[in-house]
T-cell receptor, first 115, second 115 residues
Framework: AQKVTQAQTEISVVEKEDVTLDCVYE???????LFWYKQPPSGELVFLIR??????QNEISGRYSWNFQKSTSSFNFTITASQVVDSAVYFC????????????FGAGTTVTVRA | DAGVIQSPRHEVTEMGQEVTLRCKPI?????LFWYRQTMMRGLELLIY????????DSGMPEDRFSAKMPNASFSTLKIQPSEPRDSAVYFC?????????????FGPGTRLTVL
């Protein structure tokens, strides 16, 4: 069974603050893939990143960065110097190699960035 | 590329009516997914097609739901008869699966309201 937990339901910050979204996962597969998706108020789901289980390097893309730690089964996402346009629901998701199509989504974290 | 295209974007219908949601995946993708998003249950996979063949329909709620993929560029999700509890946002997603998971690209969704 696969499970993704996003313990933070809502986070509210003031513009330019950093915000970190937590993601903890469970899987019995030794090979798996982790994803983050963004759902802005307009409703579409936007792919942000995919990470393989055998690649623990952290990644930075502009103001976004991801911290993958297999030891704690976590794949956290940080937005640096947040902007109002970052306001959205962010979903962490997992695919295990035993079921290579089935995305298991977390419940999502709603981020509100206030001007 | 136009991305995944869904129609209609919004649908309001009365209980008991038939509803048909449509999806055009990204050209070249061999896998198509239908998801449902509700406040109570989050994002759920309804059905998955690979090379136009339904592989996993275990997420389809009941016999009132059916999905088809007559060719590589078109899929439908039908609800007959519709019920108020079917009100949700329905997403179609596509990707190219070849020996491992790939990021799924989501359409804009169809917001269904059943009165």
């Amino acid at each position: 069974a696969q499970k993704v937990t996003q313990a933070q339901t809502e986070i509210s910050v003031v513009e330019k603050e950093d915000v970190t979204l937590d993601c903890v996962y469970e899987t019995r597969d030794t090979t798996y893939y982790l994803f983050w998706y963004k759902q802005p108020p307009s409703g579409e789901l936007v792919f942000l990143i995919r990470r393989n289980s055998f690649d623990e390097q952290n990644e930075i893309s502009g103001r976004y960065s991801w911290n993958f730690q297999k030891s704690t089964s976590s794949f956290n996402f940080t937005i640096t110097a947040s902007q109002v346009v970052d306001s959205a629901v962010y979903f962490c998701a997992l695919i295990g190699s035993s079921n290579d199509y089935k995305l298991s989504f977390g419940a999502g974290t709603t981020v509100t960035v206030r001007a | 590329d136009a991305g995944v295209i869904q129609s209609p974007r919004h649908e309001v219908t009365e209980m008991g009516q038939e509803v048909t949601l449509r999806c055009k995946p990204i050209s070249g993708h061999n896998s198509l997914f239908w998801y449902r998003q509700t406040m109570m249950r989050g994002l759920e996979l309804l059905i998955y097609f690979n090379n136009n063949v339904p592989i996993d329909d275990s997420g389809m709620p009941e016999d009132r739901f059916s999905a088809k993929m007559p060719n590589a560029s078109f899929s439908t999700l039908k609800i007959q008869p519709s019920e108020p509890r079917d009100s949700a946002v329905y997403f179609c997603a596509s990707c190219f699966l070849a020996g491992g998971p790939d990021e799924q690209f989501f359409g804009p969704g169809t917001r269904l309201t059943v009165l």
